[in-house]
């Protein structure tokens, strides 16, 4: 059999006229052949182009050097939108959509998971960098995963992915949890804190100033503003003009910022002054957390303590509480009066205090997790390094009882109980190291 020439691969469509296969018309059948794949060519790589163009997931973060520590994640594309469609959809008829920042961290996953049992719309928004370890971080974004809440992969400094969230969804909260916590990493890392801390918030609030409708807008803040303050129990109306750490300067620096945007823009903003946050799947940076991991491993622990013998306490605050917190500030958060990025009318501006009002000091709290874990702890009695820390929290929270029917109802020893439970749970009953 003849072999078939490569023109003779183009097959003929069955029962229409067949013309002579004159060498002219082979000339123009090729011809023909080529322009075809060359149109189609060129249609194809206009179309590749366009996507790359297009997708702002592929803005080179390295282009721009002031973006320069962003790392690119990859989202947009009309799956992904319909996956933030229907993680925010709300579900009962007074619900409402929330958009969580910092979904997969401590206190984002518990917020997160409890807004989407009572049928609010949620979608979580995470960086999942490794401050600490992020296989747990991961663990808990599997866990939202399994109760219906999407978490996107991405940084609250990158003001496209914001934009497209919006336009996606027009979200009524921010729940705005992301930021670089923990009061003596400061001194290693310091701009981590002002990159999520305030670059980070500061495009946040650019983007909701602008979003239609604005949302409002309720963040975590931290008891650590109270820095050199000695009036105790903590009172919102308290100076908080004397930070100890970048750390708290960075969260104070929130504190001024939220002030601006409600006066300019009409922003709705309740600041949550978190005390001593903890409780399962918490964050391994923290010393409860780490205390437990190295009493299991019978390594030593340093326990601080103040000038002359003076106690180091804490006004711990157990998660379940702080959630009931966050919830009820949302919950009362009126809505804020822009629109298209100017102000209307004056909106709501909040700051409260969420702690136990129960300071317990960090040695009663080794005694309580020894007799939890069985194990005895190995102590060395330190004196508070000059990192940052403060000796004392006490927090005075009947403005947040007043307004948000807060009421903390889980003292130290049983949320230590359900921590230590999770702990070992997670863990394998220690065995597998945490970090
Ligand atoms: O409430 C807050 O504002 C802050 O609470 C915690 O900060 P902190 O209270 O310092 O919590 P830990 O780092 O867990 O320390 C708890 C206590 O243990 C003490 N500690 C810490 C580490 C250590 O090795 N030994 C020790 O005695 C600290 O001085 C402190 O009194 C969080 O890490 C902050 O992100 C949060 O904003």
Known sequence: MKPMSRLDDIPSTPGKFKMDKSPYFHRTRWQSSVAKLAFWSLV??????????????????????????????????????????????????????????????????????ALKRRGDGVLGLDNFNDYYDPSLKRARQALLERSGVFVVEGDINDAALLKKLFEVVPFTHVM?????????????????????????????????????????IVWASSSSVYGLNTRVPFSEKDRTDQPASLYAATKKAGEEIAHTYNHIYGLSLTGLRFFTVYGPWGRPDMAYFFFTRDILKGKAISIFEGANHGTVARDFTYIDDIVKGCL??????EKSTGTGGKKRGAAQLRVFNLGNTSPVPV????????????????????????????????????????????????????????????????YKGGKKASS
Not at 328 to 333: I, R
Not at 402 to 424: C, I, N, S, V
């Open 44 to 113: 194809f790589l206009g179309l590749i182009f366009i996507f790359f163009y297009r997708s702002p997931s592929s803005n080179p973060a390295s282009s721009d050097p002031s973006r320069r520590s962003l790392r690119t994640y990859s989202w947009g594309g009309p799956a992904w939108e319909k996956r933030v469609r229907s993680s925010a959809r709300v579900r009962t008829r007074h619900g409402v959509s929330v958009l969580v920042t910092g979904a997969s961290g401590f206190v984002g996953t518990h917020v997160s998971a």
């Open 363 to 426: 040695s009663d709290l080794v005694t309580i997790l020894e007799r939890l874990l069985k194990v005895k702890a190995k102590r060395n009695i330190t004196k508070l390094p000059r990192n940052g820390d403060v000796q004392f929290t006490h927090a005075n929270i009947s403005s947040a009882q007043r307004e948000l029917g807060y009421k903390p109802t889980t003292d130290l020893q049983t949320g230590l109980k359900k921590f230590a439970r999770w702990y070992l749970g997670y």
């Open 176 to 216: 705005h949890l992301a930021a670089q916590a923990g009061v003596r990493y400061a001194m290693e890392n310091p701009s981590s804190y002002v990159h999520s801390n305030i670059a980070g918030f500061v495009n946040l609030l650019e983007v909701c100033k602008s979003a239609n409708p604005q949302p409002a």
């Open 328 to 333: 009820g500030a949302l919950d009362t958060a």
